[in-house]
DNA sequence: CGTTCCCTTGACACCGATCAACTCTGGTGG
DNA sequence: CCACCAGAGTTGATCGGTGTCAAGGGAACG
């Protein structure tokens, strides 16, 4: 089932024949018709490619398209006074990067290009009226703006109030959890193309002791994290560490209740 | 224009001719008609009272009514493991207070009244067909859902990557801007009915530390807080002590539209 | 007039930041 | 094939901000 895709495996065009990761997250929350499937399939056809550490949208700009990653990682991110950079959300294969531009104008926060990515563009007006008509999957898009939501919420708590290395833990946890949802974790690793100054940008911690950090979680036994993969040695001790329950992330919430 | 009104001010039911902040919130996003307003005022029409302290919604429970803020000071917040607390939003008359749980379901966090709170019941059924046909009013609440979302994001880069002066000095200028924005602000002053304590759950610091930085923001001539009353003597100092940009709140925005 | 929160203050411990140097790796070009 | 280089990871020493613990003060309230 779950299906372990490395960065260099040949992706073909969304909506040609490959495994589309928004039908995948939207499908496991909702319960779909083929023709729910086939219509987001079909807005994701037109795909642009950026380059790692290019932004994909900037901050003050007013996108004219909305934007759903389809190969990759993403980070929203915002620059503050004195230099430094807190990254708000990490955006994986099926998230969308900017739902909200239509409706609140300019962009009050920057998306980067972690590694080389594929996105797809969708005109407003496609996106728009995608959901008429079809209200499952306006639920099941609902479901996604909303967890996006949930996961927000839990990275205040975890910044505001877990120790540095329960912090690395639970963000490690948190992408473990949605990765599988997409089916991009094969057995107990996938990849993490993340440098240890991307994951203190996210936790709110320096390079240097996200070092510390990380080593503590190896001594553990509970993690290998080498050449850009993540392999969890013991899942449970794991969430047990950071205190982290997937309850937040509502999965198949929606689908218990048809 | 602006109306200060404090706690024990009799405030007549929402709908039966009371300032309906909700109303004011929307209205001051999107260019609502009299019947959008009047359809507004309605539904807050049943409202019951809850006492400071006690929750209004329990994490693990599914409500079976939507909730809104009528009057009165509430707070989001999760418990963690080791006993401390860590408030992810104030809640302020005018704010929804679990639009979400319609469709993701149990609650995964609770919501606490931190002072005597009146808060507006709706059935799930009301709250859907509400913006039915009214599409203007459909855009106002997508604005309140993103609006609330951004405010997340910002308060993740305030306790990530701020000092602690900073974070609280950022947390005042936020509530200043909302306050405003539902007519509680009174010239330079705003009732701030928060311990120190609870100050300190928001910004992911101790009370011992709070209280220390609020004697810095005191000594620097920015503020004056005392009687559970915030006055801002130099709001464009403490913005630029704080790094506070209201952009993120995108206020007018969709008004700015039209 | 006592009780209960809440605020305030001081001494001290410690976690994480900072600064600086060194290592390792992968890629590039001679 | 090797030399070089840039980016990322690692390590050590030290600093400083924030947490912790404990005691005292003050205001609201019954």
Redesign the pocket.
């Known amino acids: 089932m779950a299906i372990h895709r490395s960065p260099s495996d040949p992706c073909p065009l969304a909506g040609a024949g490959g495994r589309n990761h928004l039908v995948a997250k939207l499908g496991a929350a909702a319960d779909l018709s083929d023709e729910d499937k086939n219509a987001v399939v079909d807005i994701c056809s037109q795909v642009r490619e950026i380059a790692a550490?290019h932004d994909i949208i900037s901050e003050g700009v007013r996108p004219d398209h909305v934007h759903i990653m389809v190969e990759g990682w993403a980070a929203r991110y915002k620059m503050v006074d004195d230099g430094?950079r807190q990254i708000t959300a990490f955006l994986l294969p099926g998230d969308f990067c900017d739902l909200h531009v239509t409706i609140l104008g300019d962009m009050d926060h920057g998306i980067v290009a972690l590694t080389p990515a594929k996105v797809a563009f969708v005109p407003h007006q496609v996106m728009q009226d995608l959901p008429l008509g079809r209200p499952e999957l306006l639920r099941a898009l609902w479901w996604a703006t909303l967890v996006d939501e949930a996961v927000l919420r839990s990275w205040i708590v975890n910044i505001g109030r877990?120790?540095?290395?329960e912090?690395v833990a639970h963000l490690f946890c948190e992408l473990q959890a949605r990765l599988k949802l997409v089916g991009l974790v094969s057995g107990d690793h996938f990849d993490l193309p993340?440098?240890?100054?991307?994951i203190?940008d996210a936790v709110?911690?320096?390079?240097?002791?996200?070092?510390?950090?990380?080593?503590k979680l190896r001594e553990l036994g509970l993690i290998v994290?080498r050449?850009g993969a993540l392999t969890i040695l013991d899942i449970d001790g794991l969430r047990d560490f950071a205190g982290f329950d997937p309850n937040y992330l509502h999965r198949g919430r929606l689908a218990r209740k048809h």
């Not at 993340?194 to 991307?198: A, G, K, R």
């Open positions: 550490r430094s877990r120790k540095s290395s912090r993340l440098t240890q100054e991307i203190a709110g911690l320096t390079p240097v002791h996200v070092n510390r950090t990380l080593q994290l050449g």
